[in-house]
């Protein structure tokens, strides 16, 4: 067989593909997390970063696409993996060996799919801004660009009113929790597959991969909750008139 297609069927080079698509997914969340939090400064500092990424063109495809290469190849080790674990032992466990894997590791798969459906639910109401959503794309604010005041998507606004609502807030918030969870047993997976969780490294490590999601947690749950205790309102002048 060829080198590299025998790496792709391997249960080894699976595992090696998780866990660097992972890491990309991983830096994807991070960064997304630190341009979010943007909203806690002036309504144009986020507006003119939003604007900044939207005006990217063929590049911000480009990097679409190579994040949803990440993903789908993430899904599909995942799913080719767990199959291959299934086919190692037909009739399952004599008794119950979960109890001693981590409530992380025992939720790894269905909380990437809670976390899948999360993201088809987040594109459509940010990215796509499709049905109840499309009222998003009227919100417009002015930013100075090159020396221009311009009119571009209202981001601001648009994250505090999508978080006034408090059932919308209570999925993004139930997600961001499960995708911390899948984060920490994920981390510290991605060191075993590579080999660098040594009996030397695993406690440190373990307990970095869980410091890394509880920051994660708290940084994105905090968008929503500031808005619904009212920290973060509108302060597009347009808008409140017409509220
Ligand atoms: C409180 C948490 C979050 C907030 C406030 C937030 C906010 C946003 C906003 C405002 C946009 C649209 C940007 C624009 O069109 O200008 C966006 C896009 C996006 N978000 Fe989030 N997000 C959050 C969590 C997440 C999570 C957890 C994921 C991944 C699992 C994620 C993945 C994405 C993706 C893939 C896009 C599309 C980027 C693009 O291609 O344009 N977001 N997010």
Redesign the pocket.
């Given at each position: 067989m060829h080198k590299a297609t025998h790496f792709f069927t391997s249960s080894i080079g699976k595992k090696v593909i998780m866990a660097v698509t992972g890491l990309i997914l991983i830096g994807f969340?991070i960064g997304?997390l630190i341009g979010?939090l943007q909203i806690f400064a002036a309504p144009e500092v986020i507006n003119s970063y939003?604007h900044f990424?939207?005006s990217m063109g063929p590049g911000?495809w480009a990097v679409?696409l190579f994040?949803l290469a990440a993903l789908v190849l993430h899904v599909w080790a995942a799913v080719q993996l767990t199959i291959e674990n299934r086919k190692a032992r037909p009739r399952g466990y004599d008794y119950d060996h979960t109890i001693q894997a981590s409530y992380a590791s025992r939720t790894m798969r269905w909380s990437g799919f809670i976390?899948l459906a999360?993201?088809l639910f987040?594109?459509a109401h940010?990215?796509v801004r499709i049905g109840p959503y499309d009222k998003y794309n009227e919100m417009t604010a002015t930013i100075t660009h090159q020396g221009q005041q311009i009119e571009v998507?209202d981001?601001h606004s648009?994250?505090v009113i999508g978080f006034q609502s408090p059932l919308v807030s209570l999925f993004?918030i139930v997600?961001?929790g499960l995708?911390s969870i899948h984060l920490s047993h994920g981390i510290a997976s991605m060191f075993q597959s590579v080999g660098l969780l040594t009996n030397r490294w695993r406690n440190g490590l373990a307990n970095a991969a869980i410091a890394i999601s509880v920051l994660y947690f708290i940084g994105?749950a905090l968008?929503?909750l500031s808005v619904l205790f009212g920290w973060v309102d509108i302060q597009n002048p347009s808008l409140i008139a017409s509220l």
């Amino acid at each position: 067989m060829h080198k590299a297609t025998h790496f792709f069927t391997s249960s080894i080079g699976k595992k090696v593909i998780m866990a660097v698509t992972g890491l990309i997914l991983i830096g994807f969340v991070i960064g997304h997390l630190i341009g979010n939090l943007q909203i806690f400064a002036a309504p144009e500092v986020i507006n003119s970063y939003a604007h900044f990424l939207q005006s990217m063109g063929p590049g911000l495809w480009a990097v679409r696409l190579f994040l949803l290469a990440a993903l789908v190849l993430h899904v599909w080790a995942a799913v080719q993996l767990t199959i291959e674990n299934r086919k190692a032992r037909p009739r399952g466990y004599d008794y119950d060996h979960t109890i001693q894997a981590s409530y992380a590791s025992r939720t790894m798969r269905w909380s990437g799919f809670i976390v899948l459906a999360f993201l088809l639910f987040h594109l459509a109401h940010f990215t796509v801004r499709i049905g109840p959503y499309d009222k998003y794309n009227e919100m417009t604010a002015t930013i100075t660009h090159q020396g221009q005041q311009i009119e571009v998507l209202d981001v601001h606004s648009m994250m505090v009113i999508g978080f006034q609502s408090p059932l919308v807030s209570l999925f993004y918030i139930v997600a961001i929790g499960l995708l911390s969870i899948h984060l920490s047993h994920g981390i510290a997976s991605m060191f075993q597959s590579v080999g660098l969780l040594t009996n030397r490294w695993r406690n440190g490590l373990a307990n970095a991969a869980i410091a890394i999601s509880v920051l994660y947690f708290i940084g994105n749950a905090l968008i929503p909750l500031s808005v619904l205790f009212g920290w973060v309102d509108i302060q597009n002048p347009s808008l409140i008139a017409s509220l």
